[in-house]
Structures are given as C-alpha cells and as structure tokens.
C-alpha cells in the first residue's frame, strides 16, 4: 500500500531557530514529492520536487528530494511566527496525491 | 497557477439534507480532484472528477454519497448526501496544471453538519 510518513508530527521553536522537517515515502509509480503550507485555509503549494540531489529555495525555505532513500526535507531557516502552519508532503504518482499526516509547527516569539 | 474558486466557502447543514459544492477554474485544466479533511486529519482524496465521464472514486467513497459532475474542463461539483455530523469536514477543490505538473487547492468549502 502507497504510504508518505512526516516526521516530526509536531514542532515548537523559537524565532530565529531553524527547523527541519521530514517526509519518507513508499509510493508505485512515483513521479514527484509536493510541499504544501497550510494556515487556516486550504494548502498552499511550495515546491515540488522530480530528481534527486538538486535543492529548491524560496526565502528562507529550502526543500531536496532523495529518490535512493526515497525520502525528502524541507529546511526552515530564520523562523518566524508566521512560519507557524502545518507542513504536507504529498507523492504524486501520476494519478493523485498521497499525503503524510503533516507537520505542525510553531513558532513562538 | 490558476484561480480556484470555491462556492459556498462555508455553510451550516442539517442533517439528512444534501449540500453541492461548485468549483470554478480560470483555465482549462486536464485533472481535477476533490479531496476531503476532517478536523485535525490531513487529506484524503474522494475522487477523481473525469470530464464526460463518471468520476474515479477511492476506496471507502461511494458515488451514491459523494456524487460529482465535471461537464467541462474548468468546473466541477461535489455532493454530500444525505449529511450526517461525521462528514463536518473542508471539503477541497485541486487541479493539476499541465505547466509542472503541480496540484494547486482551491480555497476550500468548510462544512458543519448539525
């Protein structure tokens, strides 16, 4: 069975601290890895991933697919309190998305 | 990416009614999805909206309960039948978009069934 693993479930850091969350997938067919940010509101995409070994950056956020280890990161740097979200990875396997369970995140000040 | 409208974008039910939720695009778009998560669960896909055709569903939805309506390549509805206290859930829209292959949400319609 298609599964995606997030680790931690949950996270609580200070502004300034840098974080780094985990995804693990076991997925047929896999295409890409997708990170999404979700607020109090629908996820909002943040990088999508196909090959291995090449980091995507946005700001302070940073993401790099290992399809060896079949797994992936996304790195947080500088956090602040609007960094403060749930974290969804999802393996696309050409067909659909496949979520982990997300990570929750927060940042106090 | 592309607009993603969702209506309603939240709405009080009665239970045994049944609620359409409509989703717009502002681009034709090849797949489009409805996923569902319920309080503090991440998302699992219902189904698959095929233009012309029946929709795809997952295991564990019906299309009895959930049915769906793509009549063309920008707008698609999901119903909730016959609604009970445990479909109180988002209830989301995503499309795939050609250009990368990204899935992109809609707002989201949140759903209280009381």
């Known amino acids: 069975e298609d599964k995606v693993v997030q680790s931690p479930l949950s996270l609580v850091v200070h502004e300034g601290d840098t974080v780094t969350l985990n995804c693990s997938y076991e997925?047929?067919?896999?295409?890409?890895l997708l990170w999404y940010k979700q607020e109090k509101k629908a996820p909002t995409f943040l990088f999508m991933l196909t090959s291995s070994g090449i980091e995507k950056k946005s700001g302070r956020l940073s993401s790099i697919l290992d399809k060896k280890e079949l797994f992936s990161i996304l790195n947080i740097t500088a956090t602040q309190t609007g960094d403060s979200a749930v974290y969804l990875c999802a393996a696309f396997e050409g067909g659909k998305l496949i979520f982990g369970q997300g990570t929750e995140l927060s940042v106090k000040p | 990416s592309a607009v993603i409208s969702q209506k309603p974008s939240r709405d009080i039910c009665q239970r045994g009614t049944s609620l359409t939720i409509q989703c717009q695009v502002d681009?034709?778009?090849?797949?489009m999805f409805w996923y569902r998560q319920q309080p503090g669960q991440s998302l699992t896909l219902i189904a698959t909206a095929n233009q012309g055709s029946e929709a795809t569903y997952e295991s564990g939805f019906v299309i009895d309960k959930f049915p769906i309506s793509r009549p063309n390549l920008t707008f698609s509805t999901l119903t909730v039948s016959n609604m009970s206290p445990e479909d109180s859930s988002i209830y989301l829209c995503?499309?795939?978009?050609?250009?990368?292959?990204?899935?992109?949400f809609g707002e989201g319609s949140w759903l209280t069934v009381v």
């Open positions: 995503s499309v795939l978009l050609g250009i990368g292959n990204t899935i992109y």
């Open positions: 681009s034709q778009v090849t797949m």
């Open positions: 997925v047929t067919n896999f295409r890409s």
